[in-house]
């Protein structure tokens, strides 16, 4: 790996401070008493980010989701996905179940839901017709998200389970994703994801390992380092 490629990602972080510091120091001086939140201040800060990086992070692999999303969603879908999810504008299932992780803490960012709502109701999906859901739940609050689910739809009541770009930041990823499996998709149900992982090459995974320290704190808890494919 060429040194002006690892390096590469300083533009990408001076872009992320300058997006999200100078709207998380308004919200604190409008609100002082956020300093005595740090979830809710990475929320912020994350929100920003967002808003600049989103588009070209969906464009850049949308040809890539829409191949493993649109032929195999189906039944009740329940997207744990970052951001605002854009994974409604490639499936057309009976009913939408979409959960907004908040990454990295436990507790999901509510700054996300109106984009979410605006983003699904283009799509068909709407809260009033009940094929949209948002869970104002971290991911692996399971019990939170099962007792947030209709009960008409069963138990376990998820057909599809869709990850994208999110398993990077969960804080216990192994027993997080076991516990989704197990209790919120039915047998017979299915896990689609799409995610950035430990490189096989000795050279870039290096320097994912020499950056993650500060990428995790500046993308609110993603790990370049991590083996997701393990």
């Not at 997006?19 to 979830?39: E, R, V």
């Not at 070209?56 to 329940?78: E, M, S, W």
């Not at 999810?85 to 057309?92: E, L, P, V, Y």
């Not at 009541?157 to 969960?170: A, E, G, N, R």
């Amino acid at each position: 790996m060429h040194s002006s490629a690892a390096f590469a990602v300083l533009p990408k972080l001076y872009l992320v401070i300058m997006a999200g510091l100078w709207p998380t120091i308004l919200a604190i001086y409008h609100t002082p008493s956020l300093l005595l939140q740090p979830h809710e201040l990475s929320h912020i800060f994350m929100f920003h980010v967002w808003k600049l990086f989103s588009d070209g992070v969906d464009g850049n692999a949308r040809a890539t989701k829409q191949k493993l999303i649109t032929p195999h969603a189906y039944g009740v879908v329940l997207d744990i996905g970052a951001g605002e999810s854009r994974s409604h504008i490639s499936i057309t299932p009976s009913s939408y179940q979409n959960q907004d992780t908040g990454i990295p803490s436990t507790t999901s960012t509510t700054h996300m839901h109106a984009e979410i709502r605006r983003r699904a109701s283009a799509a068909g999906y709407t809260e009033s017709a009940g094929t949209l859901l948002i869970l104002s739940c971290g991911v692996e609050q399971i019990s939170t998200i099962l007792s947030s689910l209709p009960t008409s739809l069963g138990h376990p009541p998820i057909d599809t389970l869709i990850s994208i770009l999110t398993i990077c930041s969960i804080p216990s990823p192994q027993s997080t994703v076991s516990g989704l499996i197990t209790e919120v998709v039915k047998p017979g149900g299915q896990v689609l994801f799409y995610e950035h992982c430990l490189s096989d090459r000795k050279d870039v995974r290096w320097w994912q390992e020499f950056w993650t320290p500060l990428w995790t704190v500046a993308f609110v808890g993603c790990c370049l380092d991590r083996p997701t494919q393990r």
